[in-house]
């Protein structure tokens, strides 16, 4: 089982990957709608697994993941993209993402990117 917390600036996305994760056996420790509460959600909550939508508002994704990144190298974060983001996704794992997942979510692929970080 693995503490995760959910960023996205859609209450919609973030209700169905709490879904799929606290299923999985998860347990959430915090929602985030943009960059700047995930950086202070991560720092109050310590969470296993971030889930990091690209696009947000105030601080998008790639801005709060080098943030995450400098302040704790360890972090391991899940970008989550929309298609047709996929120079986004590669600018995140060279920026130190640990996996990424496409919207709409599949149930299967996010509990097994899940599973290869715990």
Same mark, same amino acid.
């Given at each position: 089982?693995?503490? !995760?917390?959910?960023?996205?600036?859609?209450?919609f *996305?973030? *209700?169905m990957?709490?879904n !799929?994760?606290?299923?999985g056996g998860h347990? #959430?420790?915090?929602?985030?709608a943009n960059?700047r509460?995930v950086?202070?959600?991560?720092r109050?909550?310590?969470?296993? #697994?971030v889930?990091?939508?690209i696009?947000?508002?105030?601080?998008?994704?790639?801005q709060?993941?080098?943030?995450?990144k400098a302040?704790?190298?360890?972090?391991?974060?899940?970008?989550?993209?929309?298609?047709?983001?996929?120079?986004?996704?590669i600018?995140?794992i060279?920026?130190g993402?640990?996996?990424? #997942?496409?919207?709409?979510?599949?149930?299967?692929?996010?509990?097994e990117?899940v599973?290869?970080?715990v």
């Amino acid at each position: 089982m693995a503490k !995760i917390l959910i960023a996205d600036d859609a209450a919609f *996305m973030r *209700m169905m990957l709490k879904n !799929i994760l606290t299923e999985g056996g998860h347990e #959430i420790v915090a929602e985030a709608a943009n960059g700047r509460e995930v950086i202070d959600l991560y720092r109050s909550h310590h969470p296993d #697994i971030v889930t990091l939508d690209i696009t947000m508002p105030e601080m998008d994704g790639l801005q709060a993941l080098k943030v995450l990144k400098a302040n704790d190298p360890r972090a391991k974060v899940i970008m989550c993209s929309a298609m047709g983001q996929e120079n986004m996704v590669i600018e995140a794992i060279q920026s130190g993402a640990s996996s990424f #997942i496409v919207k709409p979510f599949q149930k299967e692929k996010v509990l097994e990117e899940v599973a290869k970080l715990v």
